[in-house]
């Protein structure tokens, strides 16, 4: 396969910048991101081919303008929604829920 996500190794992509002393996670949200994946992976949601799958099943756009963990989020709520577990206007509700507490 040569998708977007299969960038590692190329040619004239700049230099890779890497942060003295780099935190495992920047953001709480990432450190709860990894616990989910942790959870869903233990809970039979998924199994690793399953969830590089849906990585690679991203938007390249989306793919490129996001991170590390918001890669696995995606990956996540793909899974979950494929497998019936959340539905797609449960996640637009609690997301919709989460903006007003952050305004």
Request: proline share 3%; aromatic share 10%.
């Amino acid at each position: 396969m040569n998708g977007i996500h299969d960038l590692g190794g190329m040619d004239g992509l700049g230099p890779v910048i890497r942060e003295d002393n780099e935190p495992v996670f920047h953001e709480e949200w990432e450190r709860r991101m990894f616990a989910l994946f942790i959870s869903a992976f233990a809970g039979g949601h998924f199994n690793v081919d399953m969830f590089r799958h849906a990585i690679e099943k991203m938007d390249p756009v989306h793919y490129l303008e996001s991170s590390y963990y918001e890669h696995w989020l995606a990956a996540i709520e793909d899974i979950l929604i494929a497998d019936g577990s959340i539905t797609k206007a449960e996640l637009e509700a609690r997301m919709a829920d989460l903006a007003k507490e952050a305004a």
